[in-house]
């Protein structure tokens, strides 16, 4: 089952670069994303990702992670954040900004815990 779960992973993996290819624009994406992960500094154009830090829903400003950290504060959010976090409502601006300020917090742990585990390995 789970080499199941990995092929499609790989082949979720492979159609987003071949889309990424035909739009010709994964250097722009490269471009936009710092050229690098801020937390782990991992360097492949191809596995750059936009992280909302408060939420799209909250805020406009992004960070470029790689799909690995993109992940680990993505699960993160999903489990300790307050129920209704993403949704498109109309919150008030200091839930949006609380939601922010929170997104900020956990990617300076998530860039700490990576800068560790460098050190230690």
Same mark, same amino acid.
């Given at each position: 089952?789970? +080499?199941?779960?990995?092929?499609?992973?790989?082949? +979720?993996?492979? =159609? =987003? /670069?071949?889309?990424?290819?035909?739009?010709?624009?994964? #250097?722009?994406?490269?471009?936009?994303?710092? $050229?690098?992960?801020?937390? #782990?500094?991992h360097d492949?154009? %191809?596995?750059?990702?936009?992280?909302?830090? $408060?939420?799209? &829903?909250?805020?406009? /400003?992004? /960070? &470029? %992670?790689?799909?690995?950290?993109?992940?680990?504060? *993505? !699960?993160?959010?999903?489990?300790?954040?307050?129920?209704?976090?993403?949704?498109?409502?109309?919150?008030?601006?200091?839930?949006?900004?609380?939601?922010v300020l !929170?997104?900020? *917090?956990? %990617?300076l742990r998530?860039? &700490? +815990? !990576? *800068? %560790?585990? !460098?050190?230690?390995?």
């Amino acid at each position: 089952m789970a +080499d199941v779960e990995v092929s499609k992973k790989n082949n +979720d993996y492979i =159609k =987003k /670069v071949k889309l990424l290819i035909e739009e010709k624009n994964w #250097c722009d994406v490269f471009e936009q994303s710092q $050229g690098f992960c801020i937390a #782990c500094h991992h360097d492949n154009p %191809l596995d750059m990702e936009f992280h909302h830090i $408060g939420a799209k &829903s909250n805020s406009d /400003v992004v /960070v &470029s %992670l790689c799909r690995n950290c993109h992940g680990r504060i *993505s !699960r993160k959010q999903m489990k300790s954040w307050p129920d209704g976090w993403s949704y498109k409502n109309n919150k008030p601006q200091v839930v949006k900004d609380a939601l922010v300020l !929170r997104g900020i *917090s956990d %990617l300076l742990r998530l860039i &700490s +815990d !990576r *800068s %560790l585990e !460098r050190i230690i390995q």
